[in-house]
């Protein structure tokens, strides 16, 4: 009895080491396995549902030369770093958010977004690795981008629409 009182008197210590390790181990894994923004090409799906690594290791079969990576992200991510989707490369977006992010977004050729997915046909790109919702979904290149020069963010917005 003696020892489960001791234990649970020093419960919260327990919790906190373990969130803090948590914490510093992801850190160092993102650290050690990230590259500079110029080697990689990011993109930001705000759909229910996402394979991200299945979709990444999809479109890395086929990577602009030069690229190291591409990185797949959920928007749920983007409340953990917010200061990375300001320079993200792709975004795919439901049409009712399209406004609440319009700053990040630029228009390629006189064309602002392209449709990828058609809620009411069902059909749209990369649908094996990204749940759409009950609305049309539209793909825009990031208007901080730092791949819209060198065509990078392009090359891999048309493989995301193959998929």
Known sequence: MRVLKNILRQLH???????????????IFTFVTDTS??????????????RDTELACALERTMPEGLKMI???SFRYVMFNIDSIENGDIFVV???VIGE???LFTDVNGQYGVKIYDAASHTGAAAEYLGYGDEDYYLFLGANS?????????AVAMD???N
């Open 101 to 103: 992010y319009d700053e």
């Open 71 to 73: 990185k797949v992200h």
């Open 160 to 162: 995301i629409l193959k």
């Open 13 to 27: 210590t327990f919790v906190l080491w373990a969130l803090a390790s948590a914490l510093l181990w992801s850190w």
């Open 94 to 96: 439901p049409a009712s």
């Open 146 to 154: 730092p791949h819209l020069e060198d065509g990078k963010a392009l």
């Open 37 to 50: 923004p110029d080697r990689k090409v990011t993109v930001y799906c705000y759909v229910d549902e996402i």
